[in-house]
C-alpha cells in the first residue's frame, strides 16, 4: 500500500483484503458515508468507475465478477445508495455471482437520532444475499470483508453485503488478516458420481445442458473431456454458452426441442431447473442433475441421479468411470446433427432478411459476420434480445453476459463498462430492448468519462413487445405497451459524449455496425425494428 500519511482505517483494511483476492475495481456513486474506501482505493491502485446510478454501479460489479471469476466490488452510500443496488443484488443471487457489495451506514453512536440517510439495510438485504452484516468495532474490519469474500465465493457462489457505521468506517483499524485463498466445491459422494455415468452410459439419446456453474468452476476442460469421452451432444444456458465452441461437433444451439421429444436421458450441470428449462421436465426422459453445491439440488421434480460438489471432479470422475460398456451414441449424434443443419439452412432467409421494415433477425445476421471469436455480447432487454440468444454463436468462456432467471432490466451499461475495462481489447457489444434502454442509458456518461467504447445496438419497434402481443391474446386489447415511436436513443448517446445514428433499411444496419465498431468511442445504433415482428415464444413463465 502507498503511505500518504494519512492513518491506516477500516477503508484500507477493508480494501487490502479484497486486493489480496486480485480485486482491483471499484464501482460507485460518490457519498460521504464511505468516503475512507475512496482514499484507500487512490491509496491501492485501485480503479473507481464512478457511474450515475446505483443499479448501474452494482451491475457493474457484478458483470467484472462475471468476466473475471473473481469477486466483483461495488461501493453503495447509506439509505438509498444501498437501495438503488437492491435490483442488481438481487440479480447476482440468482444468477450465484460472487458481488461484493460494501455499504455506508448512518453512525452508530447516534443510532435513532434521525441521521442522514440512518436506515438498516441488513434486514432489507439478507433474503438476496448469503451473508448481510454490519461490521461495529474498526479492528473487526479486515476478518468480516474476508468472511464476506469466502462466503460469496464458496459454491454456491452468491453475492453478499456489509456496512460500515461512520464513526467505524473513518476511525484507525488494525492490520488485515491473512488472505484464506479461493475456496472449491466439496468432494462429490464417489457414489453418485458412478450412478450417474452409468445411467448416461447405458442410454441411447443422452443430451446435456450446460449452465453457469460450469464456468464459475472453471470448468470448461473438464466439460469437454467428458463430453468426448462419452460422446454426448450439449446445449448451453447463461455462462454455459462458451464452455465448448459453438462449432465444437458436439455443441448444439437450434434443436432444444429435441430434449423433450427425442432423448432418453437430460444430464443438466450447473444451473436450476426453473422457467428456462421446463422446470426440469423433458418429456418422458429421466434427468440427472449435477450442482456445484448440495443446497443446489432440485427439490421440485424427482431426479434419477444428483451429484453434488466440485464440478470438475465431477465431471472428470464421470470420464474415468470404468463400468459396463458405454451405448453407441454415434446414430443420435448424427440425428441431432442433421436437425440443428436443417433448421441453420432455415435461418439464412431470416438472417438475411430484406423488405422494406427491419426484422431483428436481419441486425443478428450482420452481426454475427462482424463478431471476433472472443467478443462479448451482453443482453438486456426482453423480446429482441430474445433473438440474440437464438441467433448469437459463443466460442469463449466468459463471453456472453444476460441479466439471468431474475429478468431485471437495466443491467446492459453497467456489464458493458465492466467489460471493457476487464477485456480492454475485446470488441464489446450490447443489445438492448427499446424499453431497456430507458433505464440506464444516462449511463453512457459514464462510459464517456471513462472513455470505456462500446457498441449499443437497439432494436426500437416502440413498445413493450414481451408485454403487448400476450395481453392481446388474452384480453383482446393492450394498454401500458406503448412507447414513443421513433425515439432517437442515438441522439441520447451524442448528447452524453458519445455518437450514433438511426437506420431504418436492412441494408443500412451492416455498414452502421461497422462504424460503430470503429468510432472508438460509446456508439448507439439504434434500430428501427418491424413493429409487428413478434418472438416466437413457447416458454412457460411462471
Not at 271 to 300: K, Q, W
Request: net charge negative; proline share 7%.
Amino acid at each position: 500500500m502507498t503511505d500518504t500519511g494519512t492513518p491506516h482505517h477500516s477503508g484500507d483494511a477493508a480494501l487490502d483484503v479484497m486486493r489480496g483476492y486480485g480485486v482491483d475495481v471499484m464501482f460507485t456513486l460518490n457519498g460521504g458515508h464511505v468516503w475512507p474506501l475512496y482514499d484507500a482505493a487512490v491509496k491501492q491502485d485501485v480503479q473507481i468507475v464512478d457511474v450515475r446510478h446505483e443499479q448501474t454501479a452494482t451491475f457493474a460489479a457484478e458483470g467484472w465478477a462475471k468476466l473475471t471469476r473473481k469477486p466483483g466490488l461495488a461501493v453503495l452510500t447509506a439509505g438509498p445508495g444501498v437501495t438503488n443496488g437492491v435490483s442488481a443484488m438481487t440479480t447476482a443471487h440468482f444468477n450465484g455471482t460472487p458481488l461484493v457489495v460494501l455499504g455506508g451506514r448512518a453512525p452508530q453512536r447516534r443510532w435513532g437520532s434521525g441521521s442522514l440517510q440512518e436506515l438498516d439495510h441488513v434486514p432489507i438485504v439478507s433474503s438476496i444475499t448469503k451473508s448481510a452484516r454490519t461490521v461495529t468495532a474498526p479492528n473487526d474490519t479486515a476478518k468480516e470483508i474476508q468472511h464476506a469474500v469466502l462466503t460469496a465465493m464458496t459454491p454456491h457462489r452468491g453475492p453478499v453485503f456489509v456496512d460500515f457505521p461512520m464513526d467505524v468506517i473513518f476511525d484507525p483499524a488494525s492490520e488485515p488478516a491473512a488472505n484464506g485463498g479461493v475456496p472449491k466445491g466439496i468432494d462429490p459422494d464417489p457414489a453418485d458420481v458412478d450412478a450417474a455415468a452409468a445411467l448416461i452410459a447405458g442410454a441411447e439419446r443422452p443430451a446435456i445442458i450446460v449452465g453457469s456453474d460450469v464456468y464459475w468452476d472453471g470448468a470448461w476442460d473438464a466439460l469437454t473431456r467428458f463430453a468426448e469421452t462419452m460422446r454426448v451432444p450439449c446445449w448451453f444456458n447463461g455462462l454455459g454458452r462458451g464452455c465448448l465452441p459453438a462449432d465444437h461437433e458436439l455443441a448444439f444451439t437450434r434443436t432444444r426441442a429435441l430434449l423433450k421429444s427425442e432423448a432418453d436421458l437430460v444430464v443438466v450441470i450447473g444451473t436450476a431447473l426453473d422457467f428456462r428449462l421446463g422446470f426440469g421436465r423433458f418429456g418422458d426422459a429421466p434427468v440427472i442433475h449435477i450442482c456445484d453445491a448440495p443446497e443446489s439440488r432440485a427439490a421440485h421434480v424427482a431426479t434419477a441421479a444428483s451429484p453434488a460438489g466440485d464440478l470438475t471432479a465431477i465431471l472428470d470422475g464421470m470420464t474415468a468411470w470404468s463400468g459396463s460398456p458405454r451405448a453407441d451414441h454415434e446414430p443420435w449424434i448424427a440425428q441431432v446433427r442433421d436437425a440443428e443443419r436443417a433448421a441453420a439452412g432455415t435461418e439464412r432467409g431470416l438472417l438475411e432478411a430484406g423488405g422494406d421494415a427491419i426484422k431483428p433477425t436481419r441486425v443478428y445476421g450482420e452481426l454475427g459476420k462482424r463478431l471476433a471469436r472472443d467478443a462479448v455480447v451482453i443482453c438486456d432487454g426482453g423480446d429482441f434480445v430474445s433473438y440474440a440468444g437464438k441467433y448469437v454463436e459463443v466460442y469463449t468462456p466468459g463471453c456472453w453476459l444476460d441479466t439471468g432467471p431474475y429478468g431485471c432490466l437495466g443491467n446492459g451499461p453497467g456489464y458493458a463498462m465492466a467489460a471493457r475495462v476487464a477485456r480492454p481489447d475485446a470488441q464489446i457489444v450490447v443489445m438492448l430492448g427499446d424499453g431497456a434502454a430507458g433505464f440506464s442509458l444516462m449511463d453512457v456518461d459514464t462510459l464517456v468519462r471513462h472513455n470505456l467504447p462500446v457498441v449499443m445496438v437497439v432494436g426500437n419497434n416502440g413498445m413493450w413487445g414481451l408485454e403487448k402481443y400476450p395481453m392481446r391474446a388474452i384480453y383482446g386489447y393492450d394498454v401500458a405497451c406503448d412507447l414513443q415511436p421513433g425515439c432517437r436513443y442515438d441522439e441520447v448517446v451524442t448528447a452524453l459524449g458519445g455518437a450514433g445514428e438511426t437506420v431504418s433499411s436492412p441494408s443500412e444496419v451492416g455498414p452502421a455496425l461497422d462504424r460503430a465498431f470503429a468510432a472508438g468511442v460509446p456508439y448507439l445504433v439504434n434500430v428501427m425494428t418491424d413493429p409487428e415482428d413478434v418472438y416466437p415464444r413457447s416458454s412457460n413463465l411462471g
